[in-house]
């Protein structure tokens, strides 16, 4: 090994121990990792949970919303709320709307309607934040909340299907439920607890 070989090892090691990474140009290649700026810029950061991400509950329940994994595409869940990152949510205002995207902590991926159109029984999942090489906001991750804290519900904000909301089927919440999209009516399985 060159000295100037153990000198770029070390110097990279020193980086990386004191928290300097720099980030990988292909490191998100689909756009969907959280940038912390804007995350800190939000000014509905630190409204829910620690460091702003939180549990969303189905209210009356002791179950919490999370992907059944951490991939695009993953669908969406009630599970026994626990210290899973899965389990963690952030809502993003987007600038100059009512809406936000809602963001997952253990994978940078947002709750995206995934039923083009949407219709009832139609999935909801973990899914791209914005549109594909861009920073722009994808409808399908666009959710307009009937309130930013406690009781809420979650309407698709998707362009072309306004009116579907986050669903349990049928009412029937159980650990393992798999979460849809239905038309919005307000019963108790559309209504969550942002905590």
Not at 45 to 63: E, M, Q, R, W
Not at 125 to 132: D, E, M, Q, W
Not at 148 to 158: D, L, N, Y
Not at 168 to 194: K, S
Request: overall charge negative.
């Amino acid at each position: 090994m060159t000295k100037m070989s153990i000198l770029m090892m070390g110097c990279a090691g020193i980086a990386a121990a004191s928290g300097i990474v720099a980030a990988s140009p292909a490191a998100d290649v689909d756009q969907t990792e959280i940038d912390t700026a804007e995350v800190a810029a939000s000014p509905e950061a630190g409204a829910n949970g620690v460091n702003g991400f939180g549990h969303i509950v189905l209210s009356n329940t002791n179950l919490c919303v999370q992907p059944s994994g951490n991939f695009d595409g993953a669908p969406l869940e009630l599970h026994g709320c626990s210290s899973s990152l899965l389990q963690n949510w952030l809502l993003s205002s987007l600038p100059g709307t009512a809406d936000f995207r809602i963001f997952n902590q253990a994978g940078n991926l947002c709750i995206y309607n995934n039923s083009e159109p949407t219709q009832n029984g139609g999935s909801v999942v973990l899914g791209g934040c914005t549109i594909f090489g861009t920073t722009r906001p994808v409808s399908n991750a666009q959710w307009h909340p009937s309130s930013q804290a406690g009781f809420a519900t979650f309407e698709s904000k998707i362009l072309r299907s306004p009116g579907f909301c986050i669903d349990v089927p049928g009412g029937n919440a159980f650990d393992g439920a798999r979460l849809q999209m239905f038309r919005c009516n307000g019963t108790p399985a559309q209504v969550f607890i942002i905590q």
